[in-house]
């Protein structure tokens, strides 16, 4: 019933406001103050969302929380420290691999996101569903996102963002990230 709400109230919000917005679940934003530098890992995918447009995702979020009172590690940097370990986004669903990882890169603490759905209306093949058709159909995120504390293992913050938006996935998948962003940093 809750995700049904949180999919009308994205419908709503994307519909009113052209671009669209996303739906948060939590309430309340997340403490980050003892939080010094923040990783930002890959995004896991169990949907078909394409990689070059998953791959924008987090790179995208690094940006828009590069204002925050902590520091970003370069998502090249967490990729690189990935690869070091044998360790892919799928992994880090467990503690064990995203602390180990938040350590390799001397994070204070991890941001990861799950694409848990996507859904693209409105094209007849893929290169269509991904391509530039703007104001033609619309695409929906679902995401998980969890940011863990790599000292204690503790989730400091965890999160389910959605978001409805006319035109092709990469749309709605920013949509998403400014969403996170708008939970984590802190504003005004």
């Not at 370990?85 to 941001?111: F, K, Q, S, Y």
């Amino acid at each position: 019933m809750r995700r049904g709400v949180l999919l009308v109230l994205g419908v709503a919000l994307a519909l009113t406001a052209g671009w669209g917005n996303a739906a948060v679940a939590q309430t309340g934003r997340p403490d980050l103050s003892k939080v010094r530098v923040l990783a930002v890992a890959p995004f896991d995918d169990e949907t078909y969302v394409p990689g070059y447009i998953l791959g924008a995702g987090p790179v995208r979020l690094a940006e828009l929380i590069g204002r925050a009172p902590y520091r970003v590690v370069p998502v090249a940097d967490v990729v690189a420290a990935m690869k070091r370990l044998g360790v892919v986004p799928r992994d880090l669903i467990g503690l064990t691999p995203t602390v180990e990882v938040g350590t390799a890169v001397g994070a204070d603490a991890v941001l990861t996101g799950r694409i848990t759905s996507a859904e693209w209306e409105g094209g007849r093949s893929h290169r269509a569903r991904v391509g530039a058709g703007f104001g033609v159909g619309t695409s929906r995120i679902d995401m998980e996102v969890r940011i863990l504390d790599v000292t204690t293992r503790l989730r400091i913050f965890q999160d389910q963002v959605s978001c409805q938006t006319p035109g092709p996935l990469h749309v709605a998948l920013d949509c998403v990230v400014r969403g996170v962003a708008a939970r984590i940093v802190p504003g005004p």
